[in-house]
């Protein structure tokens, strides 16, 4: 019977998180899997044997034997190509990816039509951002009439200790540049345009990184040798807090502004938490299959951000109407 859940990356920093509270929602139908059998094994054990611990390397993985009986997959690594989510669609298996990079998710999208036809949900921006920008944004776009322009704005708390992987998504994009799509419509969001600007919890480390930015010399950070030593320091380094916020703000030609924020401790916490979250919308309600960002899956949004709430009391949502002071 395929209703194993699989967690790729499921003992890493974030898809521990996510195996915990799975292993008490589908115990014993959850498999936690990456390239250190021991590593889940450990995981396994301090579950008390409600995760079944699994040995998977997905670069090299070419058969599909665990996902015979797999109803869904949660990808908390990054992928270098799209094979393995390919092999999940061909299997019929649902997929759900926690992953940042916008180049990997850009390929994914490609794959709508092939998961279409096999009944298969891919759903992508599963996390802070993209993610919790994503919700966001479409709630304030659904709140006034012709959206025009969307502003997303992150902070980060550089205090967090994340997962090796989480950080390198971060030195990988500091040098990155995003093209704003300003062609009438944004790709799934209805509007002409979303600006994002990100900052941290330190003004001297923003400031840096902006002046870096701007000198080009924030390629240094695509070397691996020197993203090993930045890793290191971050891990050691007692600074800053773990808190983080998002803000979105959108407007129109008629001067209505509507807002909402999301604030709380822990980004890969809550990341877990999103996919916890999408993984019971996804196995409890009937939507159409193909690849689908969180805001294109999640229809009362409102109610999805005060579930996360649940898992920690220091989430707080708010929400603010500027032209009726609501
Ligand atoms: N969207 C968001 O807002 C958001 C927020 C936070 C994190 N993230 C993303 O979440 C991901 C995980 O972050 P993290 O902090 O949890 O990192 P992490 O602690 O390094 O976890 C990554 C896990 O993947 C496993 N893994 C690596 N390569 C693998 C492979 N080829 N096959 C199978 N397993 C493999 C690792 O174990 P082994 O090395 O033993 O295999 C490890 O358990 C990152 O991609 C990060 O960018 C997204």
């Not at 709630?139 to 708390?157: K, P, R």
């Not at 009362?300 to 032209?323: A, G, H």
Request: proline share 1%; charged share 25%.
């Amino acid at each position: 019977m395929k209703d194993n859940i699989l967690i790729v990356g499921g003992y890493g920093k974030v898809g521990s998180i996510i195996s915990r509270h799975l292993a008490e929602l589908y115990p014993k139908k959850t498999i936690v899997a990456g390239r250190s059998f021991e590593k889940a094994k450990i995981l396994s054990e301090t579950l008390d044997h409600n995760v079944i611990p699994y040995h998977l390397d997905i670069d090299t993985q070419t058969d599909n034997a665990v996902l015979e009986n797999t109803k869904l997959v949660v990808m908390c690594i990054d992928q270098k190509d799209t094979k393995f989510v390919e092999l999940c669609i061909e299997t019929g298996v649902h997929y759900i990816d926690i992953t940042a990079n916008q180049h990997f998710i850009d390929k994914v999208e490609l794959l709508d039509e092939k998961a279409k036809s096999n009944n298969v949900i891919v759903a992508l921006s599963i996390g802070l951002a993209p993610g919790i920008t994503n919700l966001l944004a479409q709630h304030c776009a659904n709140q006034i009439s012709e959206t025009t322009v969307i502003d997303i704005f992150i902070l980060l708390g550089i205090g967090e200790k994340h997962g090796d992987a989480a950080y390198r998504w971060t030195f990988d994009n500091i040098h990155s540049s995003y093209n704003i799509n300003d062609s009438g419509k944004t790709k799934t969001i209805n509007t002409k345009q979303v600006l994002t600007r990100m900052a941290f919890d330190s003004t001297i480390l923003t400031s840096l990184v902006a002046l870096l930015r701007k000198s080009g010399l924030t390629k240094i950070f695509n070397y691996k040798i020197f993203q090993n030593i930045c890793i290191y320091l971050f891990k050691k380094m007692k600074i800053g807090s773990d808190e983080f916020a998002v803000k979105a703000v959108a407007g129109n030609t008629a001067n209505e502004i509507y807002e909402c924020s999301l604030e709380g401790k822990g980004e890969g916490k809550t990341t877990a938490y999103i996919a916890i979250e999408t993984v019971l919308y996804v196995i409890q309600n009937n939507f159409s299959n193909g690849v689908r960002h969180i805001h294109q899956i999640i229809e009362n949004i409102p109610e999805f951000l005060e579930n996360l709430k649940r898992y920690d009391s220091t989430i707080e949502v708010k929400y603010k109407n500027i032209r009726n002071n609501e």
